[in-house]
């Protein structure tokens, strides 16, 4: 068989890391590609597997995933096998993992995706944003929330649903407030004030919400100590992402 196959023509194979002659289940990938499984694995590391309405040897059991998916979750229900999740790994194939782990309910899977989600910051913030508001990973949801005060916010809305565009306007909003407050409190203190770097500094803040975010860059030139400092202890305060989605949800 050559390359030039199409995936429909495709007849079936098995993966080689799973063609166990000895498995007792098997599937088939959304690609044509088989996966030999032992039911006494699945039943151990997973939940998400009808295992009781899998006896059939001769049965095949079909699955949307992708066999690149499939080969990397079905190595982490076999405790020899499992698996690093290699940075080369395409976001997309993690993105589709995650997914699946938590579909299935692979434990070991859904840990090691969480980490890599964690890790891919600032990455595909709307994607890992989506991913921990449905699996409910508040703290990856804030992070990935902060992220995305960097981008343009007609940006954001095209890329992240209105369920979760809504909350996100909120949190938005929110980092707008503390902008407004930063100008201003230069504005009320330091009221002869003409020193270049604080012109350099509203520049910055009047660039982004994100200038908000990240006090320790924009601030980094100013010769104001008490200017920072109020913006920290507002900051300090803000309501992470999550509050706003629990809000929505109300
Ligand atoms: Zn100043």
Not at 90 to 115: G, N, P, R, T
Not at 120 to 126: I, K
Not at 150 to 158: C, R, T
Request: aromatic content about 10%.
């Amino acid at each position: 068989m050559d390359d030039t196959d199409s995936e429909t023509s495709r007849p079936s194979s098995f993966s080689k890391d799973f063609d166990d002659l000895n498995s007792d289940i098997v599937f088939r990938s959304d690609d044509n590609v088989l996966f030999g499984i032992h039911k006494i694995q699945l039943q151990a590391n997973t939940s998400g597997f009808a295992t009781t309405e899998l006896h059939s040897k001769n049965e095949i059991v079909s699955l949307p995933e992708t066999s690149a998916v499939l080969e990397q979750l079905f190595k982490f229900i076999y405790p020899k096998r499992r698996p690093k999740l290699n940075a080369d790994l395409d976001f997309v194939v993690i993105d589709a993992l995650a997914e699946a782990a938590e579909k299935y309910e692979v434990y070991s899977a859904m840990e090691a995706c969480e980490v890599r989600m964690r890790e891919t910051l600032p990455n595909h913030a709307d994607r890992i944003l989506l991913y921990a508001v449905k699996h409910n990973y508040p703290t990856i949801a804030d992070s990935a929330a902060m992220t995305l005060l960097h981008d343009p916010v007609g940006e954001v809305m095209k890329k992240l649903s209105p369920d979760l565009f809504l909350p996100w306007a909120l949190y938005y909003d929110q980092w707008c407030g503390f902008q407004r407050r930063a100008a201003d409190y230069h504005r009320q203190e330091y009221t002869t004030c003409k020193d270049r770097n604080c012109i350099v500094i509203l520049e910055k803040l009047g660039a982004s919400v994100a200038s908000v975010a990240d006090l320790d860059s924009t601030f980094a030139n100013s010769t104001h100590l008490r200017w920072p400092e109020h913006l920290k202890r507002i900051t300090d305060d803000a309501l992470g992402f999550s509050v706003f989605v629990s809000g929505a949800n109300k």
